[in-house]
């Protein structure tokens, strides 16, 4: 966990040089609640790694989800994915939760998101009611890959963010 731990922070470091070092706010279950801040404005996260990664390759680098509020921007529940390889041009994410299945996605290098906040807001209240989260991608070179999460503390990491971050 402690590495972890120190993998996420450096990574979001590494994304503003602006950012102050992320501060844990709390651990639940399989999530981790984070802030810093982004200049003056506060930023809040929390993150997890799948509990199982499947798929045909022979190296893949750091697999995690995030979700994000800014309230600075008016921005709340943007969930993002890092797949530890970069996806295939237009291949969407599929993302399954309970019989949800959502497929609004986009990719860009390792990364995806949702098409939209409207689709982040139903996916985020899928992932609160949830067990586990499933998600299938495929690597430029074709692979295709099965990524198991846990959804255990989800939804208290989820309050501890939006606390933090005055989301109403």
């Not at 921007?73 to 959502?102: C, H, M, R, W």
Request: hydrophobic share 40%; with cysteine.
């Amino acid at each position: 966990m402690f590495k972890y731990i120190l993998f996420v922070t450096g990574l979001l470091i590494s994304f503003s040089a602006s950012a102050a070092t992320p501060q844990v706010i709390g651990e639940y279950g399989d999530w981790t609640a984070w802030s810093y801040a982004e200049g003056s404005n506060m930023v809040c996260y929390m993150s997890s790694t799948p509990k199982k990664d499947e798929g045909k390759y022979t190296k893949r680098g750091d697999i995690y989800v995030l979700v994000t509020h800014r309230p600075a921007e008016k921005s709340f529940d943007e969930v993002s994915f890092v797949a530890g390889y970069t996806f295939k041009s237009n291949a969407p994410l599929v993302i399954k939760i309970a019989n949800q299945t959502f497929k609004n996605t986009f990719t860009e290098g390792d990364k995806a998101w949702m098409i939209n906040a409207a689709d982040d807001q139903k996916l985020v209240l899928a992932m609160k009611r949830g067990d586990r989260m499933i998600v299938d991608g495929v690597s430029s070179r074709g692979t295709a890959t099965k990524d198991t999460y846990s959804l255990k503390g989800f939804s208290t990491a989820y309050q501890a963010i939006s606390a933090k971050c005055k989301k109403k």
